[in-house]
């Protein structure tokens, strides 16, 4: 299996359901008291595998893209939330959505 999360129409981010899973659950507990955790909690409960970034309001939005660039990796390994047959490929996986995630931001900011 495999998740998704697109962070614009034209920026995607494909990977392993693990890999997926990791950065729902991170964003669910940084989000906590936000309303778009409860979008984040159906879509890890029900297994969808797909997160739409650009469909959140622009303060979600926001706050998403920064959490990810800024708190994903070290979040992930302090848990040591790799994947356990290849960890340097899952933090490999990981640092692109972060770094994803920081190009998005700059370019909302310039734009």
Known sequence: MA???ELT????????SWAFNVAVEY??????????????????????????????????RVQILTLLRDGLLPYAEQRA????????????????LSELAGSTLGSTSRG
């Open 81 to 96: 939330a790799l994947d356990p047959a290849d960890p340097a490929s899952g933090i490999g996986h990981l640092r692109e």
């Open 9 to 16: 129409a034209g920026t995607r981010w494909s990977v392993p």
């Open 27 to 60: 964003l669910i507990e940084k989000l906590a008291d936000d309303p778009a955790v409860e979008v984040l909690k159906e879509i890890d409960e029900n297994n969808l595998g797909w997160v739409g970034v650009d469909r959140f309001e622009d303060a979600q």
């Open 3 to 5: 998740g998704t999360i």
